[in-house]
């Protein structure tokens, strides 16, 4: 079974910053890919940041220049520093990992429990 555990979630004023954190951990686990995704009241989750295990990352325009994605391959654990917030960034942050688990050949995805945003003055 794989889990991931996420934190840095909270409150901010507009122009703060926030630090998001998401650690994967399991039995005999391979960590392919991991993102982080986030869902607004009313909407449709959406991809904010992804990055490959190649080490590649790609962002939503709208969080260009103000989020950077960050790895520890070692820990299994990705990071989301948030720069500039805005209120259109208030969502609840999922971590999402493409994981094989106990020694299968064949990953799976996971999803972390979600971690609360808010930007507000």
């Known amino acids: 079974q794989v889990q991931l555990v996420e934190a840095g979630g909270g409150w901010t004023q507009p122009g703060g910053s926030l630090r998001l954190s998401c650690a994967a951990s399991?039995?005999?686990?391979?960590?392919?890919?991991m993102a982080w995704y986030r869902q607004a009241p009313g909407k449709q989750r959406e991809l904010v940041a992804h990055g490959t295990s190649g080490g590649r990352t790609n962002y939503a325009d709208s969080v260009k220049g103000r989020f950077t994605f960050s790895r520890d391959y070692a820990k299994n654990t990705v990071y989301l520093q948030m720069n500039s917030l805005k209120p259109g960034d208030t969502a609840v942050y999922y971590c999402?990992?493409?994981?094989?688990?106990?020694?299968?050949?064949?990953?799976?995805?996971?999803w972390g429990q979600g971690t609360q945003v808010t930007v507000s003055s």
């Open positions: 399991g039995d005999s686990i391979r960590v392919n890919s």
């Open positions: 999402y990992a493409h994981v094989a688990a106990g020694g299968s050949a064949w990953p799976d995805d996971y």
